[in-house]
């Protein structure tokens, strides 16, 4: 059962024309944890020498600027994109279909359109469970992250679906019909709706729904993101908006 995800917004920046390329972004953050905390890199060295007093701007301090920026923007495309999991090939890695927005808060949220449907993905923060039957010894705890889908039509009538994702699929917790500001009709929806209670051909043509916007690709980029890589790629942005002063 499967997902689909994210295109980086990049704001227009001095450094666009110095890489060759469109720029994308994420929003930045302050109070960083600290830099040991974070996965290694081979841009760490750039931030662990000190700076040269010195006044002058010279061509070599440029030059250096442009590299570090050029680096940087390089590793944070990279980030986002994901590989092709059902592909036999080895094919070059695409970047996402989806829109990411990332402040650092407690949520991430993901935008795209899909046939002429605009599709929202709420994105938490990771939770533990605990899964199985403690009472037999067979409990197990496992990262999951919740997130909440909304398809869009253009009327204003959406589908939600309420999810949680581990590292190897995706669970569907409940389907919601969202009546485009009918508060009477979203209550009376939400107090009949009980997922866990339809028969397996629904259940399963929800999830084949859900794959053709949300795809494993997707999924298993989100899971990385979340739980691995997203405190990296915030630190980075820092690190470049402060080149970009």
């Known amino acids: 059962m499967a997902l689909a995800w994210c295109v980086v917004r990049r704001s227009g920046s001095k450094f666009a024309s110095v890489c060759g390329g469109q720029v994308r972004s994420i929003s930045t953050v302050v109070n960083r944890p600290s830099l040991a905390l974070l996965k290694p890199s081979p841009l760490r060295p750039f931030v662990s020498r000190g700076f040269h007093n010195s006044t002058v701007v010279d061509d070599h301090q440029l030059s250096s600027e442009q590299t570090l920026l050029c680096e940087i923007d390089s590793e944070i495309k990279s980030a986002f994109q994901v590989n092709d999991v059902d592909s036999d090939e080895d094919t070059a890695p695409e970047s996402l279909p989806f829109r990411i927005d990332d402040d650092g808060g407690e949520t991430v949220t993901l935008t795209r ?11 938490g923060m990771p939770r533990t469970y605990t899964t199985g039957d403690p009472n037999h010894g067979d409990d197990h705890e496992e990262l999951k992250i919740p997130l909440i889908v909304n398809v869009t039509k ?14 190897d699929d995706i669970d569907i917790d409940g389907v919601f019909v969202n009546h485009s500001g009918d ?8 107090e009949v709706s009980d997922f866990k209670n ?7 043509a929800f999830y084949k729904y859900l794959d053709t916007r949300l795809e494993k690709s997707t999924l298993d980029f989100l899971y990385e993101y979340m739980t691995e890589n997203r405190q990296y790629v915030l630190w980075l942005k820092d690190v470049e908006k402060f080149l970009e002063e």
């Open 154 to 167: 253009k009327s204003g009538l959406s589908l939600e679906f309420r999810c949680a994702v581990s590292e």
């Open 113 to 123: 359109d899909y046939e002429g449907e605009h599709i929202k993905v709420v994105v």
């Open 183 to 190: 508060s009477s009709k979203d209550q009376l929806a939400n």
């Open 198 to 204: 339809v028969n397996y051909d629904l259940e399963m």
